[in-house]
T-cell receptor, first 117, second 109 residues
Framework: GAVVSQHPSRVICKSGTSVKIECRSL??????MFWYRQFPKKSLMLMAT?????????EQGVEKDKFLINHASLTLSTLTVTSAHPEDSSFYIC?????????????FGQGTRLTVV | GQNIDQPTEMTATEGAIVQINCTYQ??????LFWYQQHAGEAPTFLSY??LDGLEEKGRFSSFLSRSKGYSYLLLKELQMKDSASYLC??????????WGAGTKLIIKP
């Protein structure tokens, strides 16, 4: 199956700093990328959807100035958590889909566990 | 609103069969997915149903009834490694995935 590589898998940062998470599709064109956040014992919460070359569409309640998403190429999307605080500690997961190629399944990255201290 | 319901937790015995149900109400339907998620890891794809009926893939099968807004995931010959959360997700009319809260499956020897 298609491979999505997410990096880093774990990151610890100090409160007030920014953290960038990368999501790469290795063998297909990720025309659409989804960024999720997962709280302990809860389902995945969609944060935003981005189509290559366009601004991301954020879900209600997600601060777009805090969670910066860039999808400048067909194989790379980044999520930057700016001025991180301990409440931003969570598991962040990206998924990618070749929407133009008729791909219905979304392939997931390995996830990034962010801890803000 | 959009809603996906699945049981919070189920327990089964190694070697047995378990069925995890999922009911949904969404704006539009472009398929239903089942994912397996082990603690601390990203979900992995198990199955995709867009037409009514049963899809069999090894020990795992998934069933869909669009008229009833209902699906189930059937796991046979349970193994200890099947202990995980199983997530039901529906792709809506905007091709976004709407997720259930997941069913934690506990396998006992």
């Amino acid at each position: 199956g298609a491979v999505v590589s997410q990096h880093p898998s774990r990151v610890i940062c100090k409160s007030g700093t920014s953290v960038k998470i990368e999501c790469r599709s290795l063998d297909f064109q990720a025309t659409t990328m989804f960024w999720y956040r997962q709280f302990p014992k809860k389902s995945l919460m969609l944060m935003a959807t981005s189509n290559e070359g366009s601004k991301a569409t954020y879900e209600q309640g997600v601060e777009k100035d805090k969670f910066l998403i860039n999808h400048a190429s067909l194989t790379l999307s980044t999520l930057t958590v700016t001025s991180a605080h301990p409440e931003d500690s969570s598991f962040y997961i990206c998924s990618a889909r070749d929407s133009l190629g008729g791909q219905t399944e979304a392939f997931f990255g390995q996830g990034t566990r962010l801890t803000v201290v | 609103g959009q809603n996906i319901d699945q049981p919070t937790e189920m327990t089964a015995t190694e070697g047995a069969i378990v069925q995890i149900n999922c009911t949904y109400q969404t704006s539009g339907f472009n398929g239903l997915f089942w994912y397996q998620q082990h603690a601390g890891e990203a979900p992995t794809f198990l199955s995709y149903n867009v037409l009514d009926g049963l899809e069999e893939k090894g020990r795992f099968s998934s069933f869909l009834s669009r008229s009833k807004g209902y699906s189930y995931l059937l796991l046979k010959e349970l193994q200890m490694k099947d202990s995980a959360s199983y997530l039901c997700a529906v792709m809506d009319s905007n091709y976004q995935l709407i997720w259930g809260a997941g069913t934690k499956l506990i396998i006992k020897p």
